[in-house]
């Protein structure tokens, strides 16, 4: 049988929400699963001008959806370039080769990102973590730190 209430909702102002630097990239953490049992984490990301996301890559286990909020956001994958402007949606299952970027070489973009499960956003706060020590991330370490949340590189197989 479902649980039945009284269950709280909760609300995350953008003041509240826990701000991520990775890079040049800035990201707001509304939501890192702590209060949907691991089910679902929520960010925004901000992409200054011209700034390019991760490299190319795909996840085993998460569904990701972007949601633009302002600007053009291009979505790359091994097929196509698809631009995404404000209101537009893209959806990204497990195995989908993709990346994106800020399609604009003068103005921001924000996208808000949901992950299964939440805590997907601990790869983000090791990122920052490591940005904000100083540390330069080698291709090695940055693909371990992905391989830790099911992500790979397109090279790697998708099936063991």
């Known amino acids: 049988m479902p649980v039945r209430g009284p269950v709280p909702v909760n609300l995350t102002t953008r003041q509240a929400a826990e701000v991520l630097k990775v890079g040049p990239m800035t990201i707001r953490v509304y939501e890192d699963g702590s209060r949907t049992g691991d089910r679902i984490s929520a960010i925004l990301l901000e992409l200054p001008a011209g700034v390019s996301g991760p490299p190319m890559h795909w996840h085993r286990f998460h569904d990701e959806l972007f949601f ?9 994958t091994p097929d196509a370039e698809v631009d995404a402007t404000a209101g537009d949606l893209m959806t990204v299952p497990p195995g989908a080769i993709h990346t994106f970027k800020n399609a604009s070489k003068t103005e921001a973009c924000e996208v808000y990102m ?8 601990d790869y983000f706060r090791m990122l920052s973590k490591a940005g904000t020590e100083g540390k330069m991330l080698s291709k090695e370490e940055i693909e371990h730190l992905m391989a830790l ?3 790979f590189p397109p090279d790697i197989e998708s099936e063991p």
């Open 68 to 76: 633009v909020v302002k600007g053009t956001c291009r979505f790359v």
């Open 114 to 121: 949901t992950a299964t499960p939440g805590h997907y956003v």
């Open 149 to 151: 949340f099911g992500t």
